[in-house]
């Protein structure tokens, strides 16, 4: 682990006047994940002083913050496990760090989120929410002269594509260019602040059981000894071969008429699921499930411009027992995968919404509420599973004046049986999987998970 020490930390805010009021939260904003997404930059030396970089940074944060003011902001709970956005232009938090480390010495082999987590910032959750920077970000400078640039972005307010979009156009900035694209904030597609439709019969869980209680493991009542258990990180590349020969495997043993192959997305998470299930030694009977993140830009009528800035990103929930997952071929249960990530349409969003909406309370539907207070919140962990996929998503090239980065990864992940797709970044067409899980079951898994594709 690299040693850091903190030389300091400031608030950066708009440089120039931003609007200032409320922004209603749509309700896909205020389910799933609500904490902070790190991920990290590595540079190799660059020709300026590390305290020219730090001012850099700054300075083109301070102007980026302008188009993006709902970063500057500040979360607030309404009641209800509800949240909405003070537009305040309170600031995002800028933190310097040093080490006596050199970047060669932490390398760029997929572990550094695991093993070197001091390099990213993180959020203090014992604080009122009110209090929390919705943007944070660390620099930290090697012994060599290279640098790392650690980022945290609230998640309630950013998903995975509005994210990007941010950093990008900040490095944009760094350089000395103009917005390429501003941030579409509009939430009115979502109906965000406003009430239920007055219906005859709304949604109800009925409509969408997937969203009831997690599957627990078989003897237990809840998912508090789960959460007790020590958890592991792995970052698993699958090469474009391995990647097709699994694809065949799913195409070659689907029961169901098929109109195109499985994607490799697909492809993959019906892999890991089986393989998880397997790892974790479940019982035949194990009823088990897999969130599966989906975006609903290109999915909602008329379709959201990429640019939309917030939550678009939700989770469809795929069921089974492991039996079947275990004993059936690949095929079954990639076909699973697909079936959920088919049923999301413009009719199945617009009724989640309003299930939502209906919700007396939001607290299950979220994250969050473990980090506040280490009381029950959403849990997906033994029996069941996450996927985040970032496949799709420009993970890299991204330069803030002295080069591209060396390396780009996620921040550590320390939620059993979450899972997260990228590209490899040598662009050759590979896959890594960073999947979490208990240290008891990690050593399983990884030999499982090659000894199909070898």
Same mark, same amino acid.
């Given at each position: 682990?690299?040693?850091?020490?903190?030389?300091?930390?400031?608030?950066?805010?708009?440089?120039?006047?931003?609007?200032?009021?409320?922004?209603?939260?749509?309700?896909?904003?205020?389910?799933?994940?609500?904490?902070?997404?790190?991920?990290?930059?590595?540079?190799?030396?660059?020709?300026?002083?590390?305290?020219?970089?730090?001012?850099?940074?700054?300075?083109?944060?301070?102007?980026?913050?302008?188009?993006?003011?709902?970063?500057?902001?500040?979360?607030?709970?309404?009641?209800?496990?509800?949240?909405?956005?003070?537009?305040?232009?309170?600031?995002?938090?800028?933190?310097?760090?040093?080490?006596?480390?050199?970047?060669?010495?932490?390398?760029?082999?997929?572990?550094?989120?695991?093993?070197?987590?001091?390099?990213?910032?993180?959020?203090?959750?014992? #604080?009122?929410?009110?209090?929390?920077?919705?943007?944070?970000?660390?620099?930290?400078?090697?012994?060599?002269?290279?640098?790392?640039?650690?980022?945290?972005?609230?998640?309630?307010?950013?998903?995975?594509?509005?994210?990007?979009?941010?950093?990008?156009?900040?490095?944009?900035?760094?350089?000395?260019?103009?917005?390429?694209?501003?941030?579409?904030?509009?939430?009115?597609?979502?109906?965000?602040?406003?009430?239920?439709?007055?219906?005859?019969?709304?949604?109800?869980?009925?409509?969408?059981?997937?969203?009831?209680?997690?599957?627990?493991?078989?003897?237990?009542?809840?998912?508090?000894? @789960?959460?007790?258990?020590?958890?592991?990180?792995?970052?698993?590349?699958?090469?474009?071969?391995?990647?097709?020969?699994?694809?065949?495997?799913?195409?070659?043993?689907?029961?169901?008429?098929?109109?195109?192959?499985?994607?490799?997305?697909?492809?993959?998470?019906?892999?890991?699921?089986?393989?998880?299930?397997?790892?974790?030694?479940?019982?035949?009977?194990?009823?088990?499930?897999?969130?599966?993140?989906?975006?609903?830009?290109?999915?909602?009528?008329?379709?959201?411009?990429?640019?939309?800035?917030?939550?678009?990103?939700?989770?469809?929930?795929?069921?089974?027992?492991?039996?079947?997952?275990?004993?059936?071929?690949?095929?079954?249960?990639?076909?699973?995968?697909?079936?959920?990530?088919?049923?999301?349409?413009?009719?199945?969003?617009?009724?989640?919404? @309003?299930?939502?909406?209906?919700?007396?309370?939001?607290?299950?539907?979220?994250?969050?509420?473990?980090?506040?207070?280490?009381?029950?919140?959403?849990?997906?962990?033994?029996?069941?599973?996450?996927?985040?996929?970032?496949?799709?998503?420009?993970?890299?090239?991204?330069?803030?004046?002295?080069?591209? @980065?060396?390396?780009?990864?996620?921040?550590?992940?320390?939620?059993?049986?979450?899972? #997260?797709?990228?590209?490899?970044?040598?662009?050759?067409?590979?896959?890594?999987?960073?999947?979490?899980?208990?240290?008891?079951?990690?050593?399983?898994?990884?030999?499982?998970?090659?000894?199909?594709?070898?």
């Amino acid at each position: 682990m690299v040693a850091i020490t903190l030389k300091g930390s400031c608030t950066v805010r708009p440089c120039d006047p931003t609007w200032i009021g409320t922004m209603a939260l749509s309700e896909l904003d205020q389910i799933g994940c609500l904490t902070h997404v790190p991920a990290i930059y590595l540079y190799r030396r660059p020709r300026s002083s590390a305290t020219a970089i730090s001012e850099t940074l700054k300075e083109s944060l301070s102007k980026v913050l302008v188009p993006f003011y709902p970063l500057a902001g500040r979360l607030q709970w309404i009641g209800n496990g509800r949240l909405e956005l003070q537009c305040n232009a309170m600031g995002a938090q800028f933190i310097e760090a040093e080490t006596e480390s050199r970047l060669k010495d932490i390398g760029d082999d997929l572990s550094i989120s695991s093993q070197h987590p001091d390099l990213f910032p993180s959020a203090d959750y014992s #604080l009122p929410i009110h209090e929390l920077p919705l943007f944070l970000v660390q620099l930290t400078t090697f012994r060599c002269g290279g640098f790392s640039v650690g980022i945290a972005i609230s998640h309630a307010v950013a998903d995975g594509p509005a994210a990007l979009h941010f950093v990008s156009e900040w490095a944009r900035i760094t350089i000395g260019e103009t917005l390429q694209t501003p941030p579409y904030l509009k939430k009115s597609v979502f109906r965000a602040g406003e009430p239920p439709l007055v219906s005859p019969s709304p949604p109800t869980l009925d409509d969408f059981p997937e969203y009831g209680i997690p599957a627990l493991l078989l003897g237990q009542s809840d998912t508090l000894e @789960e959460r007790k258990k020590k958890t592991t990180t792995a970052m698993l590349r699958i090469t474009k071969d391995q990647v097709e020969k699994l694809r065949k495997m799913a195409n070659d043993s689907c029961e169901k008429p098929m109109t195109r192959g499985f994607t490799r997305f697909e492809t993959i998470c019906g892999h890991v699921w089986r393989i998880s299930c397997k790892a974790r030694g479940h019982k035949k009977e194990q009823p088990t499930a897999m969130a599966i993140c989906v975006d609903s830009r290109s999915r909602i009528r008329p379709k959201l411009p990429r640019e939309y800035f917030g939550t678009a990103t939700f989770d469809v929930i795929a069921q089974s027992v492991a039996g079947d997952l275990m004993l059936k071929p690949l095929g079954f249960v990639a076909s699973k995968v697909r079936e959920m990530i088919e049923k999301v349409t413009d009719e199945y969003i617009r009724s989640l919404i @309003e299930f939502l909406k209906n919700q007396k309370e939001l607290r299950e539907f979220q994250d969050i509420h473990y980090e506040l207070r280490k009381e029950e919140g959403q849990f997906y962990g033994n029996p069941n599973i996450t996927v985040v996929s970032w496949l799709t998503l420009p993970l890299y090239g991204f330069d803030f004046g002295w080069g591209k @980065e060396q390396y780009m990864g996620p921040g550590p992940y320390e939620n059993d049986g979450s899972s #997260l797709l990228m590209q490899s970044p040598e662009g050759d067409d590979s896959v890594v999987v960073a999947m979490c899980l208990q240290e008891a079951h990690m050593d399983e898994f990884k030999k499982l998970f090659y000894q199909d594709l070898l």
